[in-house]
């Protein structure tokens, strides 16, 4: 009976088990650099003497459904100009062998005025400048978990010296130009 009700408890809390079977990049809980992997983060803009464009990224404390102690990434960008508009964030990965993996996994919802992009670019670089593009479609108001089976772009062949992962807000795919969205928990999965 107490066994049972433990484990009500924590599928209700939906706390992640530390496992084998994922590696968690980043998941901000410190709300400060590096990441999980003791590499660095940060913004990146198209045109950085456009005043028109911009990307900012701050910690906030996590609101994420896990009632855990930590924190949340928040990225405010603004891709509204009346010149070409790209911006986003950037997360080092060091030499990443994510052959081992099937998933990238993350965390993502919009800010509650509803004021956000429903969809936006993410890449995975190589060290030697290879890149793998994926369109995330639909971010919510609310907690929604993406998971990208990123090996069935074949623009990779070998995961095993990934450098960058790069979210990606532009002009052109942007539902909405300015706005906020909170990112959390980014992991690989097998």
């Not at 660095?40 to 198209?46: A, D, I, L, M, S």
């Not at 080092?92 to 996994?105: C, I």
């Not at 906020?180 to 690989?188: H, K, P, R, T």
């Amino acid at each position: 009976m107490i066994m049972a009700a433990f484990n009500l408890l924590t599928i209700s809390l939906n706390v992640p088990a530390e496992s084998s079977d994922r590696l968690v990049i980043a998941d901000f809980n410190s709300g400060a650099k590096p990441n999980n992997l003791g590499k660095e983060w940060g913004v990146w803009n198209f045109n950085p003497a456009d005043s028109q464009q911009r990307a900012r990224e701050t910690a906030e404390p996590d609101d994420y459904k896990n009632p855990r102690d930590g924190y949340c990434l928040r990225i405010d960008y603004d891709v509204q100009s009346s010149k070409p508009a790209f911006n986003g964030i950037w997360i080092k990965l060091g030499e990443f062998d994510a052959n081992p993996y099937e998933w990238l996994s993350f965390w993502i919802r919009g800010d509650s005025n509803g004021k956000f992009t429903r969809r936006f670019k993410v890449e995975l670089k190589t060290d030697t400048g290879k890149r793998a593009v994926y369109l995330v479609g639909y971010v919510d108001k609310h907690w929604t978990e993406v998971r990208i089976p990123f090996k069935k772009n074949g623009s990779i062949t070998d995961w095993s010296r990934l450098s960058e992962l790069v979210i990606v807000f532009d002009d052109v795919l942007a539902t909405y130009k300015e706005g906020v969205l909170y990112l959390d928990q980014i992991e690989f999965q097998k």
